[in-house]
């Protein structure tokens, strides 16, 4: 099996950070791309950030120059570094990866994590 965990989503007010991980295990040969997505209450979900193997990105319009997104191959871990927090970030915060494992290859969802921007 392959699974996705993440952690690191909370409370925060505006202009603070948060960041959140998302690990992925199981019998995993390899990762090709990672990204985060985010879900708001009536709204579909949006990608946030993306990162390939190479380590290439893109960003949605409304997180760029605050958001950073990251990975660690050793640790099968994609991160993202929150910053600059706005109340429109609020949602539900999803990782998704790609993996190459055989015949469990394909994408795989977190669980999401909350974050929540209020003062």
């Known amino acids: 099996q392959v699974q996705l965990v993440e952690s690191g989503g909370g409370l925060v007010q505006p202009g603070g950070s948060l960041r959140l991980s998302c690990a992925a295990s199981g019998s995993i040969f390899s990762i090709y791309a990672m990204g985060w997505y985010r879900q708001a209450p009536g709204k579909q979900r949006e990608l946030v950030a993306a990162?390939?193997?190479?380590?290439?990105?893109n960003y949605a319009d409304s997180v760029k120059g605050r958001f950073t997104i990251s990975r660690d191959n050793a640790k099968n871990t994609v991160y993202l570094q929150m910053n600059s927090l706005k109340p429109e970030d609020t949602a539900v915060y999803y990782c998704?990866?790609?993996?190459?494992?055989?015949?469990?290859?394909?994408?795989?969802w977190g669980q999401g994590t909350q974050v929540t921007v209020s003062s």
């Open positions: 990162i390939t193997s190479g380590g290439s990105t």
């Open positions: 998704n990866v790609g993996v190459v494992a055989g015949y469990l290859s394909g994408n795989y």
